[in-house]
């Protein structure tokens, strides 16, 4: 039996709107591969509306050891999931919350290849910024496989980003990075976090996108993967974001 | 001989065969902080006999969930002695300790003398000469780190190395000011990415951690002196070690400390 990939695709869509968590779509289709992962998170990116930029999933290596894969994963950013700076997180609107801290980089020109690396990244950025990405994962508790997690768009929900600075002078692979929870930090890192290197996890993604002939267009942001464990949030929890060099953003939970 | 003395006593041999012992608090349990620290003070007196030195100290038990896991809510400290100081790339043999693991760690400088109680964490800051990089040894002569409180405190605060680069670097408040809290560090093994952390996991603030050691220590009317140096605690969990490996540490600001096992 083939997959529908338009139907798991409904099925991902309605749990959003239901703000109800389903079970991981490998336990009915355990057929589904990544790449028909792909398939379904294409189909949810057609009904998206416009879109802000991309996103990096499994980009730690540690990570990546424990589910047993080699390389990160990606979905993409609607441009509806913006949180505004100063704005809160309505979290009744979402099934089970969690923040984790990003290097997020503006595209100052389009950047597209299968040969892109880290430096191209960087050259091609206007900025980079702070930001904290909010995950949704529509299933229950967390629990997936990778094929699951790459056809719920990598969990993608809601994302707040700084203000950019210029990239020039700045090391990403070793700013700091603080993650505190109403005031007590509760995880630390530097940019290195991110396979190494924020912007060859960017790289990375171009050259994935380069296969299916897309690539970043000029003023989309790519939010390069958390840098530590994401934290649940509640109504009243506070979350702010610390990068040396690239400033905080706070987020404030309702 | 009293019981602190034989203790320290044990410690002492078993830093010198490198044979780990039973943790004390096995047969006493309801031995605690202060029984630790004066163990830890009759063996310190026993190695300075032996013609070595005090060069600083560390702090550990800085990071929260070390703190959780030993059901405790207080760093501890002990003395950094001048014989298990090694410089940027030397190579540490590993047959010099029982059960040694890595910590890559911010230490700091003192410039000024600081004797507490009542140091603020901006009179730290003012004294503080500057950071090196640092990597730690830390080492348990308890069998198995099997440890309660009392017995890696009794154990100078199962401290067993140190490694620092030598560039002192200011904090100074110009265009090149920066904060301890947001350094970041990637640690690699054998040239592979192993963690990463920030200053801020060192108790919230590396300087804090200064101003908790000045505090503590006053207490007992020792102050920290100038030219001390002060490890401020791990940025990620501790890291086993076997011959070959070799760890490299790198701060942003303070640039990179190296360490090969021999």
Known sequence: ?254 | MTDTTAKAHALYEARRTRTAIPPFTDAEPGLGMDDGYAVQQELVQLLLADGDRVVGHKVGLTAAPMQKALGIDTPDYGPVLASTAYRDGDAVPLDAFVAPKVEAEIVFVLGDRLEGPGVTVTQARAAIAGAVAGMEIIDSRIADWRIKLADTVADLASNGAMATSSRIVPLDDGPNGWDPRLVGMVLTRNGELVDTGAGAAALGDPVAVVAWLANTLGEHGVALEPGHLILTGALHAALPMNPGDVFRAEFDRLGPVTVRIA
């Open chain 1, 1 to 254: 039996m083939s997959v529908n990939v338009s139907e798991l695709a409904a099925r991902l869509s309605k749990a959003v709107a239901d703000r109800t968590a389903i079970t991981k779509l490998t336990d009915e289709f355990p057929e589904l591969d990544i790449p028909t992962g792909y398939r379904v998170q294409r189909e949810l990116r057609s009904a998206a509306g416009e879109i802000a930029g991309w996103k990096l999933g499994v980009t730690s290596r540690a990570k990546q050891a424990q589910v047993g894969v080699d390389s990160p994963i990606y979905g993409f950013l609607p441009a509806a999931g913006a949180v505004d700076l100063g704005e809160p997180l309505d979290t009744s609107a979402l099934i089970q919350p969690r923040c984790e801290p990003e290097i997020v980089f503006t595209l100052g020109r389009d950047l597209k290849g299968p040969h892109v690396t880290a430096a191209d990244v960087v050259a091609a950025s206007s900025g980079v910024a702070v930001g904290i990405e909010v995950l949704d994962s529509r299933f229950m508790d967390y629990g997936f496989t990778m094929a699951d997690v790459v056809a719920d768009n990598t969990s993608a929900s809601r994302f707040v980003v700084g203000v950019p600075v210029t990239t020039s002078g700045v090391d990403l692979r070793l700013v700091g990075v603080l993650l505190e929870k109403n005031g007590e930090v509760v995880a630390t890192a530097s940019g290195a976090a991110s396979l190494g290197h924020p912007a060859a996890a960017v790289a990375w993604l171009v050259r994935q996108l380069a296969a299916e002939d897309e690539g970043l267009a000029a003023g989309q942001i790519v939010l390069s993967g958390g840098l530590t464990a994401a934290v649940p949030v509640r109504p009243g929890d506070v979350v702010t974001a610390t990068i040396d060099r690239l400033g905080s953003v706070e987020l404030g939970c309702r």
